[in-house]
């Protein structure tokens, strides 16, 4: 007899799916723990912007109406921020929808979606997930090796995934290798550049938007989930050509960003202190957390995100399970291929120096 998973598209029956952080909750429920930092899923530990929670309430009793499915309030402060017209800007339920809806409209069977080694465990899922072919290239240092990419890109290549700062690894591109990049892949294939960290960088760090409007082929990628705060809210978007935005807008689910996280987004970008204070804070932890590793005599990542991949020098998942035992939540990144590896984000000093203190037991038990 047939089994009706049988049935499924094959592309689709071979995926892997995405593994999530552990939420607070779930620990709790399982062992009880009172004291609990999450410190696995990059998200802002000071929480939205105050400001973020008053733009909400005043949605709060306007939700039998569908939202704004262009989202005019939000695209108009997105365009004045980037300097790029509404018709270049194409909202999604959060970065990651952006990112399915970029595959569905260039990707497919006989295509292929390019990315690198220790790249965004999303790509793959939105690759296979529309039956086209994952071109996997070796990282160098970790990092994105943009030679050898182009040296790989051929006849079915449609779409190249580039995450700067990477995720989650935290290495980031230069201004001139991502411009001869730029310049040397061919006209027909589209480059995504994924900043979904980029306000953790400095100044000089290249901002995508500058390639616009030379690169019809560009696409940048943002979100509001990680220095905004709004993780839970989805809220992402992207830049790129009006010809492509008008492409992606097609497949776009016409209301596929809700009003409260309208609301929270418009609200969030307002507030410049909020999100400079975050940065900072950033800073100083990870300063904390490479002092500590320095300490135990532990190698990590540079990070320039949000977040830090340290090297345990031994199989990371039993070391995994021992902080989760003591209430510290981290992200394992065996399926990145990386299994001695973990991925800690930056939390509040306290938060921080629980992990530390947790990690310091561990590798001592
Ligand atoms: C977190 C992250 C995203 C953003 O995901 P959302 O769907 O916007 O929450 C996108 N790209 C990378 C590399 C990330 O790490």
Redesign the pocket.
């Given at each position: 007899m047939a089994h009706i998973t049988d049935q499924a598209n094959a592309c689709v029956a071979a995926l892997h799916p995405y593994q999530p952080g552990k939420p607070v909750s779930e620990l709790q429920r399982e062992l009880g723990l009172t004291r609990i930092s999450k410190l696995a899923s990059?998200e802002n530990p000071l929480g939205p912007s105050p400001l973020v929670a008053e733009a909400i309430r005043g949605e709060l009793t306007e939700t039998a109406r569908y939202p704004d499915g262009n989202g005019f309030a939000l695209k108009t402060a997105l365009a004045a921020k980037h300097g790029v017209e509404l018709s270049q800007i194409t909202l999604?339920n959060?970065?990651?929808?952006v990112?399915d809806i970029i595959a569905r409209v260039f990707l497919g069977p006989e295509r292929s979606g390019m990315f690198s080694q220790y790249g965004?465990a999303?790509y793959p899922i939105s690759i296979q997930a529309v039956g086209a072919n994952a071109q996997v290239i070796p990282a160098k240092d970790y990092g994105h090796d943009l030679d050898a990419m182009l040296a790989q890109i051929d006849d079915s290549t449609r779409v190249v995934f580039i995450?700067n700062p990477?995720?989650p690894t935290g290495t980031s591109l230069g201004v001139d290798a991502i411009d001869r990049f730029l310049h040397a892949v061919p006209d027909g294939v589209v480059v995504v550049l994924?900043e979904?960290?980029i306000e953790y960088t400095d100044s000089d760090f290249p901002d995508g938007t500058r390639w616009l409007a030379n690169h019809p082929n560009l696409i940048v990628?943002r979100?509001?989930?990680?220095a905004y705060g709004l993780?839970s809210m989805?809220?992402?978007y992207a830049l790129s050509s009006a010809a492509i935005a008008d492409l992606l807008n097609r497949v776009r689910q016409p209301f596929n960003v809700n009003s409260i996280a309208l609301a929270a987004a418009c609200a969030a970008l307002c507030d410049a202190d909020f999100l400079s204070e975050s940065v900072a804070l950033n800073t100083q932890g990870m300063a904390q957390f490479e002092a500590g590793f320095s300490k135990l005599g532990l190698d990590w990542i540079p990070s320039v995100g949000n977040f830090i991949t340290v090297d345990l020098g031994r199989d990371a998942a039993p070391l995994f399970d021992a902080l989760l035992a003591l209430g510290v939540i981290v992200r394992p990144v065996g399926n990145y291929g990386l299994p001695n590896h973990l991925r800690i984000s930056i939390g509040t000093e306290e938060e921080n120096a629980h992990c530390i203190e947790a990690l310091t037991t561990v590798l001592a038990g």
């Open positions: 990059n999604g959060g970065s990651n929808d990112l965004f999303v995450a990477n995720n994924d979904a960290y990628t979100t509001f989930s990680k993780a989805r809220v992402g």
